[in-house]
């Protein structure tokens, strides 16, 4: 009986014994909240990181299919990019003609070239300083006329006063973009310019993480999570005269 006590201390002594140690090596192995802070971060530094480059090689497959657009902020920058930009071979439209300065310059090296402007009053003078190319009055935004003159324009030169205002002008240059398809847009206008200037991609954006990266990100992603574990009114609800009032 004696032996088989001792037997069955023993027994629980070394159980003991083994889940102390158990416990102290679990103790010394996990990783302080400071080095669980840093490796997170470097993960979501390194997940980061992977998803910009991600993103680039997206942007840059999509490249091909897109517009360039050129801003310029006065006229000497505007009309330095003619010989930088047209071909022998392109058919150019100038937004804004004027006088036809520019359109002349243009007309040089293109194989055609067509001039328009919202006033008739400054065509005459156009004409008779480039009898060799076409002027039009035309407004910026009648698309449909500007396609009535039968060219499929390969580059498309904007110059409709250089203080013009972004929510005019932006427009303007995805119409053309969508429905005259060019190569190259050449825009003068320092807003424009001073946007882009002041303009970064996400995925281009790189800066030194602040200490509380890690604290910060986890509290983002616990309201993102709650966010996500809500669920859409019942059809019932939606279908009640409280919310169809409302």
Not at 59 to 65: E, F, T
Not at 89 to 110: F, N
Not at 143 to 151: D, V
Request: charge should be positive; proline fraction near 4%; hydrophobic fraction near 40%.
């Amino acid at each position: 009986m004696k032996d088989h006590c001792a037997f069955w201390m023993g027994a629980c002594s070394a159980v003991c014994v083994m889940a102390a140690y158990k416990v102290l090596s679990a103790r010394r192995s996990a990783p302080t909240e400071q080095e669980d802070s840093k490796r997170w971060t470097s993960a979501r530094v390194a997940n980061a990181g992977a998803r910009r480059e991600r993103k680039k090689l997206q942007r840059d497959a999509k490249a091909g299919y897109q517009t360039p657009i050129i801003a310029c902020e006065n006229c000497n920058d505007y009309r330095d990019l003619i010989p930088r930009c047209v071909e022998v071979g392109d058919v150019v439209l100038e937004v804004g003609c004027h006088v036809g300065g520019t359109t002349g310059l243009i007309g040089a090296i293109a194989c055609k070239t067509l001039g328009i402007d919202a006033s008739a009053a400054w065509l005459p003078q156009a004409r008779h300083a480039y009898p060799h190319l076409q002027f039009e009055q035309c407004d910026c935004f009648n698309i449909s006329k500007i396609k009535s003159y039968g060219y499929n324009f390969t580059k498309i030169f904007i110059d409709t006063s250089g203080s013009r205002e972004l929510k005019t002008l932006l427009p303007l240059i995805e119409g053309y973009i969508k429905a005259l398809a060019p190569q190259l847009i050449v825009v003068k206008s320092f807003k424009l310019k001073r946007l882009l200037l002041q303009s970064t991609l996400a995925e281009d954006f790189a800066c030194e993480l602040p200490a509380d990266y890690a604290a910060k990100t986890r509290a983002v992603q616990q309201v993102a999570s709650t966010q996500k574990q809500r669920r859409k009114p019942p059809l019932a609800f939606l279908k009640s005269p409280t919310y169809q009032k409302s």
